[in-house]
């Protein structure tokens, strides 16, 4: 079972994506599962985990419908809002829904590079992590040092991070970045998402080996048990195509794991981690 472990689906009169304005381009359009479904083909990808794109429950809601429609839609990771008092009832209404995953606060747009430290904010994680429902961290960098904090207070957080953290690839900044990554990868609870890479990096001038470190360092510290493949499609247009993703992304695996690590790399490790799959996929 192959599985992409991260992609979005979106429709702009829905009217909650605030986030998406016309002077982003591309992105600035309808992206439903049609749309994907010729390059999951391709690259023989059999699932996907459709990830939140939008700071509301309703969308939430949205992929809900979005998944019981198309069968390659195997889980979704929603949105709660972290700081509301209801939230240990609305994380349980989701909870009766086959294929609910996992939750996704938006840390990267909240100005308060904090918030994810505000009592409320903690109380409410960890009734997320009593529920044994795992945590999707979309972060920057500047913001590693932070959930490190936040995992000192819960150490044993199920938890993920997006895209690396987002290193400026196109920056070359690598240094700081590694070494904030690599304490967060000393919690045995936390994965990283290999995704989002071409984008961080020129998006017009990107190549494979300029993304290879940051790829291997990832590999190396978080070992084939704690990564899991994820295309970033439809953000990942703003550099690249679908099989640009997964060519630059599979040329490092190929270098670096053995058949049973790209098992787990493509599939596996995304099964184990998002333990409420729908229909209990192995």
Request: aromatic share 12%; proline share 2%.
């Amino acid at each position: 079972m192959r599985i992409d472990a991260h992609q979005h689906f979106w429709k702009l009169s829905r009217g909650d994506y605030n986030w998406l304005t016309k002077d982003i381009g591309i992105l600035y359009k309808d992206y439903l599962p049609e749309d994907l479904l010729e390059d999951l083909k391709q690259h023989q990808i059999d699932k996907t985990i459709l990830v939140q794109a939008a700071d509301t429950i309703e969308e939430t809601y949205y992929m809900f419908e979005l998944m019981e429609k198309y069968d390659f839609i195997a889980g979704v990771v929603g949105w709660l809002d972290f700081e509301s008092e209801g939230f240990r009832e609305q994380l349980k209404q989701m909870m009766q829904i086959d294929g609910f995953v996992g939750v996704r606060p938006m840390i990267q747009d909240i100005e308060d590079d904090y918030w994810v430290l505000r009592d409320k904010v903690v109380k409410n994680i960890k009734v997320l992590h009593e529920e044994k429902i795992p945590l999707d961290i979309l972060i920057f960098p500047k913001h590693l040092k932070i959930v490190n904090q936040l995992l000192k207070e819960i150490p044993n957080l199920k938890c993920v991070i997006n895209h690396l953290a987002k290193p400026q690839i196109k920056d070359k900044q690598f240094e700081i970045w590694s070494k904030e990554i690599s304490t967060i990868a000393g919690y045995s609870n936390v994965y990283c998402k290999i995704s989002g890479v071409i984008t961080e990096a020129d998006h017009q001038f990107w190549s494979v080996e300029e993304c290879r470190k940051y790829i291997e360092h990832i590999i190396d510290e978080f070992s084939e048990d704690r990564i899991m493949f994820g295309s970033d499609w439809p953000v990942c247009l703003q550099a690249g195509s679908y099989s640009d993703v997964y060519y630059t992304v599979d040329t490092v695996i190929q270098d670096s794991l053995n058949e049973y690590g790209r098992k787990k790399f493509y599939g596996k490790n995304a099964v184990e981690f998002y333990n409420r799959i729908r229909g209990g996929l192995k």
